[in-house]
């Protein structure tokens, strides 16, 4: 069954699912699915947990595309396979165009030019699920001389294109088009209660991707931004909209699934007084209703510059909370790019010391608490890999100063083992290049226990390094490290380890200017 719950902003229609979600978890029915956009999966979990409580609460799955796709191939398979990144995607066109150059008559210009045009155009047909061999049929029928050109060399250059990707990597763009195969052959919607959120409209994968939940679950409920399906009434404002409910109702009849009645709830609940109620209905509108009064609600501020709205919205913030009793927490500033603001509104904010959340895209490995957990696990993953090690030790949470990190990477960094079986064992040195002396090859041959030195020699040789040999000490380079950095301006300290393991350590007085060996 098909159900749609149409009503403006503000009308409760998220209130509304989220009730008959809890309603279905309270009489434990077993797949309910909430389905919303990447950017409210967060928000949408932590409304869930609060309505249901930690026991309750797993029985909801809060799921975007993008972690519905991972929870598939997780599940089914797919995930381990190399995925193609924007370097990937660059090169593998470069390579398409240059495969079928020689028939390309039209698209004749600079590679470095024709790369992001084509790259782009690829991203757009596969949201739009046209294969390029739907170009090469198209431009079949196509009468027009210029445009059965373009079409058929699009369609060549895309198909190359796609031809090499799959030879060794997945698309992430095509995930989705993956998703509807492995859902189809594994029926997973089948049971499911499965409600849409937030969502004003669809690419045409997520549209196969719908269709296909709505011919195998047993219930799908939809959210839409639109008071009415009349497209008479505000066909300007929720054009896309109305177009988006017309197309699932299509689908679900092409699947012979119930199309119930639309539920309409009251708008304008949200709104503590009628002057923004009317804004709301209003603002988008070509013909406008002006209001009667001076609204007491709503200020209109024009201001010269982007500094000044700056200026005038934190001055405002900082006066409401200063003398009549806000907080902080009771304002939030929308615009409709934050990259116009971004470097002027939050500079004002810090001057005028209010204390704010930018809604800006952070990568999860930004968040101290979130990289210390992945860092810990990676840990053992990589054997102590001591990249991934520094990484978990400077999110700050795990008990050692900056001093007493500093200090295990310089000795990390100043360990180079150098196995003295075969010159091939021999790891190659990073440091001072120049020139050394016979006398400190001598000493060096000297240092040798076991007649092994020979090749550490040559080796030298070869690559002219030279250093300033002050003190030399038998002992475990452990406990020559604190010894070192107590020499005057540069020292070489040789350690024999076991197992013929020779190990060696540059660095100055000044722990910051260490010269790694």
């Given amino acids: 069954m098909l159900q749609l719950i149409l009503g403006r902003a503000g009308s409760g229609k998220t209130y ?59 599940a089914y398979g797919g995930s381990g396979i190399a995925k193609l990144d924007d370097g990937g995607r660059n090169i593998f ?11 390309l008559e039209f698209y004749v210009t600079r590679v470095e030019e024709l790369i992001p045009f084509m790259l782009s155009m690829s991203a757009e047909l596969k949201m739009c699920a046209i294969a390029p061999a739907v170009l090469l049929e198209t431009a079949q029928k196509t009468e027009d001389k210029k445009l059965k050109q373009k079409l058929k060399e699009v369609g060549l250059i895309l198909s190359a294109y796609d031809a090499l990707v ?20 594994h029926r997973f919607f089948g049971g499911y209660h499965i409600y849409i959120d937030s969502f004003e409209g669809f690419t045409q994968q997520e549209f196969d991707l ?47 699934v119930q199309v119930s009645a639309p539920i309409v709830p009251e708008s304008g609940i949200r709104f503590a007084t009628e002057d923004l109620k ?23 501020y024009s201001g010269e510059t ?9 001055a405002t913030i900082r006066h409401l909370v200063m003398n009549e009793g806000y907080q902080y927490q009771d304002f939030a500033i929308i615009a ?83 196995y003295l079986i075969s010159p091939d064992n021999i790891r190659y040195c990073r440091g001072l290049i120049v020139n050394m002396t016979s006398h400190e090859l001598t000493c060096l041959f000297n240092l040798s226990t076991r007649n092994q030195c020979d090749q550490l020699i040559m080796f030298f040789q070869e690559l002219w390094i030279t250093f300033l040999l002050l003190q030399v000490f038998y002992a475990e380079p452990v406990h020559l490290f604190p010894q070192v950095i107590q020499q005057r301006d540069q020292s070489l300290v040789i350690g024999c380890g076991k197992d013929n393991i020779m190990e060696f350590y540059i660095c100055f007085s000044d722990l910051r200017h260490i010269t790694t060996l």
Avoid: W
């Fill in 306 to 314: 982007v500094y000044h709205e700056a200026a005038y919205i934190c």
């Fill in 93 to 103: 066109m470069n390579l398409a165009l240059e495969e079928v150059k020689e028939e």
């Fill in 210 to 256: 719908i269709e296909l939940m709505l011919s195998q679950a047993s219930e799908v409920t939809v959210s839409l931004s639109c008071d009415t399906l009349d497209n008479q009434i505000g066909a300007e404002v929720f054009a896309r909209v109305r177009h988006t409910a017309n197309v699932l109702m299509r689908m679900a009849r092409q699947h012979h």
């Fill in 166 to 185: 799959a030879q060794s990597y997945l698309d992430p763009l095509d995930d989705l088009q993956r998703l509807k195969y492995t859902f189809t052959e």
């Fill in 336 to 418: 409709r790019s934050l990259d116009h603001y971004r470097g002027i509104l939050d500079v004002t904010l810090e001057q005028y010391e209010v204390p704010y959340f930018m809604d800006t895209p952070r990568s999860v490995y930004a968040e101290p608490l979130m990289c210390l957990v992945l860092y810990a696990l990676q840990i053992l993953k990589s054997n102590f890999a001591s990249d991934d090690v520094f990484v978990y030790l400077k999110t700050g949470l795990a008990g050692l100063t900056p001093y007493e990190i500093s200090l295990l990477e310089n000795y990390t960094f100043l360990s180079v083992i150098f």
């Fill in 16 to 74: 509304r699912i989220r009730e008959q979600v809890k309603q279905l978890a309270e009489q434990n029915t077993e797949k309910i699915m909430l389905l919303v956009p990447e950017q409210y999966s967060f928000e949408s979990e932590k409304a869930m947990l609060k309505l249901l409580g930690p026991k309750q609460v797993n029985k909801v799955q809060v799921m975007s595309f993008t972690r519905l796709t991972d929870m598939a191939f997780r």
């Fill in 278 to 300: 009317h804004l709301e209905h209003q603002i988008f509108r070509v013909e406008k209703e002006p209001l009667s009064n001076v609204p007491d609600a709503i200020t209109l």
